[in-house]
């Protein structure tokens, strides 16, 4: 069973009704993704060894559940030198302007630094171009970026939260994308776990404008 | 009685006689095979070395024969001299290898009056022997070769034979070891049956058949098919001589302890993995090194990158084989902060082969592996990060196992994939230790001994019928 943390109920403090999730991952065993609607796409140049795969606990557990039960992506997206352009992409889903993604990441401890962007597409869409430049249809004034790079990537697993606002409306695809400019001088490994997307009540979003995001430093939990 | 032959090899002819015999309680002879000026009748002056008195270089190998006849004839039983053809001639060698010797029995012989076991073949020398007399008056019973070109610059340059008696050799390759290492195959110490293609000789099985098993097949090369024995002839490390006298004596020589790199996560790696143990650096010992594996992204010839170092910090480094010396990987790692370091086959076979090599300034202990095994452990380093992998591997022994015997306590016979004309089924594992005198290459810290507890030489020749 899973908790949002206390960090992330307190951002919904301010007169927003608590509502269930209408989406959630645990990554558990990522081979059922794609059935549920998902797109994993690796973009990267030149092709590497892997894309996205289940997590593994011989470098760090999961934020909750078994210990691998989380999704990751290495350097080794890419060959050596190369560009990674490494997307997971949620299914169509329904949004408001209350909605907010949530989900749990972080790197390993090296000076390899990772970088993951959270992009939206309103459409249904799994349009990301075709080179590791490219973002395809997640470019547009939909988007809503989330740049998690360098020493700020959190060493230990952190809440990422994102809401959408005005541009939450209607259906959609969420992608979060793995991005290294050249795997010999940067990327390591980084892991994302227990994402949601809730969609509360939208009548009192006053204080939550496009684009707000906020990483918040929790606390590792014990996991269940 | 029925009285068979097989000749095996002609005999020189012309061959200059030079009988030695032997103080013992088998008198063996040497006929020396060499033409005049060269070989044994090599006129060179040399100056006395460890023992050997003599004068010429010729002089000094034919005493160098007497010690190891000496040896020899002092531990087997025998009315019947035995007679050795021998030959010091150029043989096969580059600069970083060669053959030292070769030697086998010139006849062959069954169902003589008195055999113990009848239908089976037995070297010509055993079978004198069980006889009560010889078999084949005025003809040797072991043809012999070595080589005469060993430790010039185009035959293992730099370690010609040491022709002391006393076993200080150094880096040379010690003489009197070899001439004991052949004698023994001479003698009984090799099989007639051809491992390579499983075929009996003349249909019959040899007297080495029957003590030849094979732990996959649980056969002996006798009950096998001629297919199955030229599978088990590359069963690496899984056939093993069960004669008993070889088999009792083993604890007192073997060392308890068998090195293996045991996969203790992921789950579906998890098992003992054989290993080639390394000629430096720390021995493979109890508890061995326990870490996380971690690959590197060049060939280790040169000081690790940045990226490199980080990645073997504190772990066990996986390093392909090629390029350069074992020894140039093995530092490099180690000066990176590796714990320890596994050499990754570049070829195919099994059993791993050692890694060679000497430095003295190497602390962590390494080892090689085969290419399939690196192969499969690979797929669990693909999702690693800089300083991670899922791969955790203790690099130690088996305590329950003696080293180079089954977990049974019984030899390890050397049979690699891909076969070696000439080394195996007719040799002990590589994996012996201490180091054994009938391993398919010569260790440098072999003493003298052919018997328990530095040596199974005597012992499985005495499981034959000596």
């Known amino acids: 069973m899973k908790a949002l943390s206390i960090a992330a109920a307190l951002l919904l403090a301010s007169g927003v009704a608590q509502a269930d999730p209408i989406f959630t991952e645990d990554f558990d065993d990522i081979t059922t993704l794609a059935g549920d609607g998902w797109a994993l796409i690796n973009n990267s140049t030149a092709g590497g060894q892997t894309s996205w795969f289940q997590g593994n606990d011989g470098v760090f557990s999961a934020y909750e559940g078994s210990d691998n039960s ?67 249809d997640f470019t547009s004034m939909g988007m809503v970026e989330v740049l998690l790079a360098g020493a700020d990537y959190p060493l230990d697993w952190v809440q990422v939260r994102v809401t959408f606002g005005d541009i939450g409306f209607g259906n959609g695809r969420i992608a979060l994308r793995y991005v290294v400019d050249n795997t010999d001088l940067n990327g390591d490994y980084i892991g994302i776990d227990s994402l949601t997307v809730g969609v509360p009540e939208p009548t009192s979003l006053a204080v939550l404008g496009l684009g707000v995001f906020g990483l918040l430093a929790a606390r590792r939990r014990a996991r269940v | 009685m029925k009285l068979n032959k097989l000749l095996l090899g002609a005999a020189l002819t012309g061959a200059m006689a030079l009988p030695i015999a032997a103080n013992a309680a088998a008198t063996i002879v040497i006929v020396n095979g060499n033409a005049p000026g060269v070989g044994f009748n090599d006129a060179t002056p040399v100056a006395p070395v460890g023992g050997n008195v003599g004068t010429t270089l010729g002089q000094q190998r034919l005493i160098a024969f007497q010690e190891a006849a000496n040896i020899w004839g002092a531990t087997l039983n025998s009315n019947v001299t035995i007679s050795v053809l021998a030959t010091m001639e150029p043989l096969t060698c580059t600069s970083s290898s060669a053959v030292l010797g070769s030697a086998g029995p010139l006849s062959v012989w069954r169902d003589f009056a008195g055999v113990p076991m009848p239908a089976h073949w037995y070297h010509g020398a055993i079978a004198d022997k069980l006889f009560g007399a010889d078999l084949d008056p005025g003809q040797p019973d072991i043809r012999a070769r070595f080589n005469s070109n060993l430790g010039q610059p185009n035959c293992l340059a730099g370690s010609p034979f040491y022709l002391g008696l ?73 056939v093993v001589w069960t004669g008993n006298n070889v088999t009792a004596l083993t604890p007192s020589v073997l060392t308890l302890g068998t090195p293996r790199l045991a996969v203790t996560a992921p789950a579906n790696l998890l098992g003992d993995y054989l290993v080639g143990a390394a000629s430096y650096g720390p021995a493979i010992a109890a508890p061995g090194v326990s870490g996380t594996v971690m690959p590197i992204s060049t060939d280790g010839c040169a000081p690790l990158s940045a990226a490199n170092a980080l990645a073997v910090k504190n772990n066990i480094a996986l390093i392909d084989r090629g390029v350069c010396g074992f020894t140039i990987k093995v530092k490099n790692a180690q000066d990176a902060g590796a714990i320890g370091v596994i050499i990754a086959d570049n070829v195919a076979g099994t059993p791993p082969a050692g890694l060679g090599g000497a430095d003295p300034s190497i602390t962590i202990p390494s080892a090689r592996i085969t290419l399939a095994d690196a192969t499969l452990l690979r797929t669990a380093l693909k999702t690693r990060s800089r300083t991670s992998s899922a791969l955790k591997v203790n690099l130690g022994v088996n305590p329950n196992q003696l080293a180079g015997a089954d977990t049974a306590g019984r030899v390890m016979m050397f049979t690699p994939s891909p076969y070696q004309s000439g080394s195996s089924v007719s040799h002990w594992d590589t994996s012996a230790t201490r180091n054994l005198l009938m391993e398919p290459s010569i260790n440098g810290d072999l003493t003298h001994s052919v018997n328990a507890p530095e040596d199974l030489s005597k012992a499985l020749l005495t499981d034959l019928g000596w």
């Open chain 1, 70 to 136: 989380y999704i990751a992506a290495n350097f080794l997206n890419a060959g050596a030198g190369g560009q990674i352009s490494n997307w997971l992409i949620t299914p169509l889903l329904t949004l408001n302007e209350a909605s907010y993604l949530t989900f749990y990441t972080r790197r390993n401890d090296s000076e390899f630094f990772d970088s993951l962007e959270v992009r939206f597409t309103t459409s249904d869409s799994i349009n990301v171009g075709s080179s590791a430049n490219d973002v395809g």
């Open chain 2, 166 to 238: 006393d076993t200080n050799h150094g880096t040379a390759i010690d003489l009197v070891t070899v001439l004991l290492h052949e004698f023994g195959h001479g003698l009984g110490f090799s099989n007639v049956t051809n491992g390579s293609t499983g075929a009996q000789l003349a249909g019959f099985p040899s007297m080495w058949d029957p003590f030849l098993y094979d732990l996959s097949l649980n056969k002996n090369w006798e009950q096998m098919t001629q297919a199955e024995r030229q599978s088990s002839g590359i069963n690496g490390r899984k």
